[in-house]
């Protein structure tokens, strides 16, 4: 490991303060030894710090393995928990020699979700149990159970100093002003709770139980498993299974953090291996679990915490271990003084934190609240490996159940058209109710079949192909709009996919013998044949969109300016449709500067009208890889003295071509720091000169005044971008590395969510 940047050293001195309170606060609530929370919590920073694979990840112990923890101790004892550990370790090191690490991800953000819920519930509940001044108990129902006698005569002196950490915890964010952030800078709202719970206690003498660090000659450290063979078996694979899970959703998590960041100005910082990210929390649990320390993982809020403090390489989360190693020996009187009813406070709050409300709306948006609500209540009753299989098994029934049950609804419009609506996947099953109400339709009637589902097999496509075909062959139309369906085996010449016009397929190739060839058509017009295909195909989805499109206006949050070059596809690179994009195209993807004598009022007014007129909030200049205009300005000698036309006067191609000297003389005065893309060398001196074009538009961009009101006003973000066509493959202009401008590769979304832990 390099040596720590001055931005990673302040941030592992948060992230400590943060960490310092939480981890001995899960210690308390598994039933552990409270010096196992900070050896998991100094090898978590040390170990799967410098092992893993996401650099600022934080690891260390985590609530959500809190419950699996207290129930292997219950069941099993402090000693065999420990050995559980390490062999879970073990387990994860090999799951990572076989790079499964990806497979973790496709469980259901609902099933994830749920269980996190789960433990948070059953956190709290055991938590409340210590507030109110009773000791918890292994099950959520048996503390349930105790609430109305502690509710009855609590512990005034526990729950007070609780209450107190509980307000000084929620309301420490919420410090007003430029103060309040510097305070919550210096201490974070974990350390701040316990701390005043710690200081009221001691200064009024209060009579409370206390964290109590036995000596480290008598630490605990783990003995060889006795028990049934299953039933560690199984301890093992829970340990394993949510350990990893969790860790792998934190870092891709925290990856997502770290892009935004950057977007922002922020430095570079790797994305996730999640392999060796796997492999170093395997390595992690292994020492902790040997040196009789909690279980490992990487942890959602201590990341987050990493990541806006300014990190920028894993030394943040190995220094913030040894800060955990140097307090364990030198702070250990002050340690004793922490009231064990502010850490259970502080653990109960993060438990509650755990069922997330942006969680609860996202599986209520995706109709999965049922999975969610399974998967909670089976961790909470049952324990977390059953809560799982039960969140699995109603995982499976919910598809089974959106795959067989199809709505078809039939109604007549006012205007005399048959609307035929399907909601659901359209499978063979649903073929005898959609022949049935297709059957009922008369036959010279028009009709509009709206297709809500994703998925429509070959029997439903064969079926519905055939009954439009004969339908439409009476001279009624047939429109059929939605989320078309795919369907199974080759599609016929009328149903073609997106691509299929690159490849001259027949549904654009030339116009068929027999039909009328039209005004100024030739038989061979593939255009025109693309035409034809939209009219039949595309344009009845997009109608009603366009349709009011044409009503409201245009409304394009972008100006998109890129090359006229024919290979580039701006509305396939950024998935955009109608109404989208204002889309400016030209040779080379120019912005000529304004205020020379030969700026270009084309460009400047299409500039003017999307900034104030159309109110876009970013402008994109993209370039791309063997742009033929960039090539031509390589050749300065034509391009600066512009090639005679007819008359003796410069061509327009060459007089157009000047705007890009400064592009030539920026390259020119860059030497060895010029544009680059960080994954790979530049493959030849054209494609540095196109990311140097690039980066010269967007100052000639920045130069207008409109633009320029707008980038200070905070209103407008204007970025580079630079199309590979032969690797398919777009990258983004996300800062500077020294006086390098660096390009780096847009990456597919893997869909995960920050978890709260």
Not at 181 to 191: I, M, Q, S
């Amino acid at each position: 490991m390099s040596a720590p940047h001055r931005a990673d050293l302040s941030a592992s001195i948060s992230v400590f303060l943060i960490a310092l309170p939480l981890s001995l606060g899960i210690a308390l609530a598994t039933g552990a030894p409270l010096q196992a929370g900070l050896v998991a919590a100094a090898v978590g920073g040390i170990v799967a710090g410098s092992l893993g694979g996401a650099p600022l990840q934080v690891s260390g112990p985590a609530a959500g393995l809190t419950v699996v923890t207290a129930e292997l101790i219950h069941e099993y004892g402090w000693r065999t928990t420990c050995a559980i550990t390490a062999l879970a370790g073990l387990a994860q090191l090999g799951l990572a020699a076989l790079r499964v690490a990806r497979s973790a991800l496709v469980v259901s953000p609902a099933i994830v979700h749920g269980m996190l819920a789960g433990i948070g519930i059953t956190i709290a509940c055991a938590q409340l149990t210590i507030v109110l001044g009773g000791s918890a108990e292994s099950s959520a129902l048996d503390n349930a159970a105790q609430l109305p006698e502690l509710l009855a005569d609590p512990h005034v002196t526990a729950m007070t100093v609780s209450l107190l950490s509980v307000a000084v915890l929620l309301l420490w964010p919420r410090l007003p002003g430029r103060g309040g952030a510097t305070v919550r800078k210096v201490a974070p709202a974990a350390l701040a709770a316990v701390s005043v719970a710690t200081l009221l206690s001691w200064s009024a003498d209060l009579e409370l139980s206390r964290v109590d660090l036995p000596s480290w000659s008598s630490h605990a450290l783990p003995e060889m498993p006795d028990g049934p063979v299953l039933g560690l078996l199984a301890a093992v694979l829970t340990v394993t299974l949510v350990a990893s899970v969790e860790s792998l959703l934190s870092a891709v998590a925290v990856d997502k953090l770290a892009a935004a960041r950057q977007r922002s100005g922020g430095p570079r910082v790797p994305r996730a291996d999640l392999d060796r990210e796997l492999r170093g929390q395997g390595a992690a649990n292994v020492v902790s679990g040997a040196l009789g320390g909690l279980p490992v993982t990487g942890v959602a809020v201590r990341s987050s915490a990493n990541v806006a403090a300014g990190a920028v390489s894993r030394a943040s989360t190995v220094l913030h271990g040894c800060w955990v190693v140097i307090a364990t020996g030198l702070l250990v009187a002050v340690l004793e003084l922490i009231p064990l009813a502010a850490l259970a406070a502080l653990v109960m709050v993060v438990g509650i934190q755990m069922v997330n409300i942006t969680h609860i709306r996202s599986v209520t948006k995706h109709r999965e609240v049922l999975v969610y609500g399974a998967t909670a209540a089976g961790v909470t009753l049952l324990g977390v490996l059953e809560g799982v299989a039960i969140g699995v098994a109603v995982a499976v029934g919910v598809a089974l159940h959106r795959l067989t049950h199809t709505r078809v609804v039939h109604e007549l419009l006012p205007d005399g058209t048959h609307q035929v609506r399907v909601r659901g996947q359209l499978t063979f099953l649903a073929v005898p109710r959609l022949s049935r109400v297709l059957g009922e339709i008369p036959e010279s009637a028009p009709v509009s079949i709206d297709l809500d589902g994703t998925f429509m097999d070959h029997a439903a496509y064969e079926t519905l192909h055939d009954w439009r075909t004969a339908h439409a062959g009476q001279g009624a139309p047939v429109e059929i709009t939605g989320r078309a369906g795919q369907q199974i085996g080759e599609p016929s010449a009328h149903h073609c996919r997106p691509w299929q016009s690159w490849h001259n397929h027949q549904c654009t190739a030339a116009i068929p013998n027999g039909e009328p060839a039209g005004p100024g058509a030739r038989p061979d017009d593939q255009l025109l044949g693309g035409v034809r295909n939209f009219q039949r195909t595309t344009a009845p989805l997009v109608r009603r969109e366009l349709a009011r499109l044409a009503q409201e206006g245009q409304r394009p949050g972008q100006l998109f300016l890129t090359c006229a070059d024919s290979r580039v596809v701006t509305s396939m690179i950024t998935s955009s449709g109608p109404g989208d994009l204002f889309t400016v195209r030209n040779i080379g993807n120019l912005v000529p500067p304004p205020g020379v004598e030969s700026s270009d009022d084309s460009v400047a007014a299409a500039i003017e009208y999307a900034v104030n007129v159309l109110r876009v909030t970013s402008i994109t200049v993209c370039g791309h890889s063997g742009c033929g205009a960039v090539q031509a300005l390589s050749t300065t000698d034509v391009t600066r003295r512009g090639a005679p036309g007819p008359t003796g006067q410069a061509g327009s191609l060459q007089r157009w071509l000047r705007h890009g000297h400064p592009t030539l003389d920026r390259l020119a005065r860059l030497a060895g720091a010029a544009p680059r893309i960080d994954v790979r060398p530049a493959t030849n001196a054209l494609e540095t000169l196109c990311l140097t074009n690039v980066v010269q538009q967007l100052d000639h961009l920045a130069a207008h005044e409109c633009v320029a009101e707008r980038m200070a006003e905070g209103t407008l973000a204007v970025r580079g971008m630079y199309f590979d066509v032969g690797e398919a493959q777009a990258y983004v202009l996300n800062g500077r590395e020294g006086a390098t401008p660096v390009f780096t590769p847009v990456q597919p979304d893997v869909g995960s969510e920050m978890l709260a832990s």
